[in-house]
């Protein structure tokens, strides 16, 4: 699996990540295509450089050349309501998920 991410956060009791694919359950392309941004968005705030920086915790990913969102696990316990309406999302809609340790 060739994934690129970035720099890992911190540990916590809660570790790994999830990749959420941008794929239903029935193999159907999920949109609109731009969800991921935005809900990458939320939580991603400006720098001083004036350009949005995504969260550790929360950004896009490319897993095997398909763009993904990365969630840390980790945010059920810096944002557990964050984490919450994520989850909510990605069951609601119906989305593939895995668990990726090594990310």
């Given at each position: 699996?060739?994934?690129?991410?970035?720099?890992?956060?911190?540990?916590?009791?809660?570790?790994?990540?999830?990749?959420?694919?941008?794929?239903?359950?029935?193999?159907?392309?999920?949109?609109?295509?731009?969800?991921?941004?935005r809900?990458?968005?939320?939580?991603?705030?400006?720098?001083?450089?004036?350009?949005?920086?995504?969260?550790?915790?929360?950004?896009?990913?490319?897993?095997?050349?398909?763009?993904c969102?990365?969630?840390?696990?980790?945010?059920?316990?810096?944002?557990?309501?964050?984490?919450?309406?994520?989850?909510?999302?990605?069951?609601?809609?119906?989305?593939?998920?895995?668990?990726?340790?090594?990310?």
């Amino acid at each position: 699996m060739d994934i690129c991410l970035g720099n890992g956060a911190g540990m916590s009791k809660h570790s790994g990540k999830l990749v959420v694919e941008s794929v239903v359950e029935d193999g159907r392309k999920f949109r609109p295509s731009d969800w991921i941004e935005r809900i990458s968005t939320t939580l991603a705030s400006f720098g001083p450089d004036h350009r949005l920086h995504y969260a550790e915790s929360v950004k896009p990913g490319v897993v095997n050349g398909e763009k993904c969102l990365v969630v840390d696990q980790s945010l059920q316990d810096t944002n557990p309501a964050a984490y919450d309406y994520i989850m909510s999302f990605v069951r609601s809609n119906r989305l593939r998920t895995h668990e990726d340790n090594e990310a």
